[in-house]
């Protein structure tokens, strides 16, 4: 099956960059998603992209795809501490078979 | 606004005892997912319906069982709940997008111990 791995952790300075990379072994994914998921609650939809793009820009958030190396990344933007969350990757395969990435919990220091 | 919600927030639940979990959207959504969420495991697929009825695996769907009566419940049933079973549970429902994307909406979790 397909394997989606991301780092487990990532710490960052309230108003820097942050990137959060993923990547996949799989080729054939059609979209490619970047959900988030906040304390106590479940998954939210943040951005997603079709496999023929290279980038999608929306408001502060840029994902970037490297179909090549199979990775795919998550930049954000003046990072806030609003943005203190796990984010997972996700990979459209066949059917409606979505597979999730191991998520990233990223730290926003004040 | 899309909703998806989940029977328990908390449950605890003995070693053997038979668990139902109920997964309700209210978004006429054809296909509705199981999910478990372990810590550096991610979400893994446990099993998803794509109409009434009906159902197929996923990744890890042993020791799990699925019902589908209507459009709008999906169920989730553990018939011997044993401790290795202990988790976080998500349910999501998705639809088509025009551009063919799925977006899915997920419920806030039920986090099962099983002692």
């Known amino acids: 099956g397909e394997d989606v791995e991301q780092s487990l952790f990532l710490s960052v300075r309230e108003g820097d960059s942050s990137v959060i990379n993923c990547t996949y072994t799989d080729s054939s994914s059609t979209y490619l998603y970047w959900y988030k998921q906040e304390p106590g609650a479940g998954l939210q939809l943040l951005t997603y992209i079709f496999s023929n793009m290279d980038m999608k820009q929306d408001q502060r958030l840029t994902v970037l795809l490297n179909k090549k190396d199979k990775h795919l990344s998550l930049r954000i933007a003046d990072t806030q501490t609003g943005d203190s969350a796990i984010y997972f990757c996700?990979?459209?395969?066949?059917?409606?078979?979505?597979?999730f990435g191991t998520g990233t919990k990223l730290q926003v220091i004040p | 606004d899309v909703k998806v919600t989940q029977s328990s927030r908390y449950l605890v639940k003995r070693t053997g005892e038979k668990v139902f979990l109920e997964c309700v959207q209210d978004?006429?959504?054809?296909?509705m997912f199981w999910y478990r969420q372990d810590p550096g495991l991610g979400l893994r697929l446990i099993y998803f319906s794509y109409d009434v009825k009906m159902k197929e695996k996923g990744d890890i769907p042993e020791g799990y069982s699925v019902s589908r009566e209507k459009k709008e419940r999906f169920s989730l049933i553990l018939e011997s709940a044993s401790t290795n079973q202990t988790s976080m549970y998500l349910c999501?429902?998705?639809?088509?997008?025009?551009?063919?994307?799925?977006?899915?909406?997920f419920g806030p979790g039920t986090r099962l111990t099983v002692t």
């Open positions: 999501a429902s998705s639809f088509r997008r025009s551009d063919s994307s799925y977006e899915q909406y």
């Open positions: 978004m006429d959504h054809e296909n």
């Open positions: 996700a990979l459209k395969g066949g059917y409606q078979k979505v597979t």
